[in-house]
């Protein structure tokens, strides 16, 4: 067990040693020349990666507060090393626009970091739906089966299957609904992310 967490944690540190490698790239994230789009990439898909796993050993709401946690403290580290050695990071550009650009940088792969732990938790929660589907064929059948006993068994039989039903019903119906939340959460972030980009290009 102690193996699984320090792993884990592992797991964190690799996230934030992507984003802050991302401070040594191109600040252009969509040009292709120079390998600079399959580099970034690459990174995106590790950060995905990493996210991925994330959250299936913390958990959603640990998990993202985790990734949280990196993505401020590593933009704050690189924001300072904007401000104190902005002569290797693009000094031709002004520092107030290089903090940006760095500070966006970092957010960009912190979200990839955040759409892995998404898409991590909506197939898990698919797949929760989908036992619980299981459960209820199962609980059908039993009921079908159970028609050819007794009155007394029947009616017993069917008091118990429905009460079973209405619990797994219900807790299928929250797990729809967290994956439907998370979704839309998910949307909403993507449609942030694009709007960030929109406005740095037009102010570029």
């Not at 996210?51 to 704050?76: C, D």
């Not at 290089?98 to 929660?125: D, H």
């Not at 079908?144 to 069917?158: G, N």
Request: glycine residues 4%.
């Amino acid at each position: 067990m102690a193996e699984k967490t320090n792993l884990s944690y592992f797991s964190v540190l690799i996230l934030a040693v992507l984003v802050f490698a991302s401070n040594f790239l191109d600040t252009n994230l969509f040009r292709f020349g120079d390998l600079n789009f399959a580099v970034w990439f690459v990174l995106s898909f590790f950060c995905y990666l990493t996210g991925h796993y994330i959250n299936r050993s913390f958990g959603w709401q640990f998990g993202a507060k985790l990734i949280f946690a990196v993505t401020i403290v590593v933009a704050v580290i690189s924001i300072s090393f904007v401000i104190f050695l902005k002569e290797y990071f693009n000094a031709a550009n002004p520092t107030g626009e290089n903090i940006i650009l760095f500070a966006l940088r970092n957010v960009f792969l912190g979200g990839m970091g955040y759409f892995g732990m998404a898409i991590n938790e909506a197939l898990t929660l698919r797949s929760k739906v989908e036992m619980q589907e299981e459960k209820l064929k199962l609980i059908e059948d039993t009921i079908k089966d159970s028609k050819k006993e007794s009155e007394l068994t029947v009616r017993e039989a069917q008091i118990r299957a429905n009460k079973i039903i209405n619990e797994a019903e219900l807790q299928a119906k929250n797990t729809i609904l967290k994956k439907e939340r998370i979704e839309r959460e998910l949307k909403e972030f993507i449609q942030i992310e694009k709007e960030l980009i929109k406005k740095y290009e037009e102010a570029k």
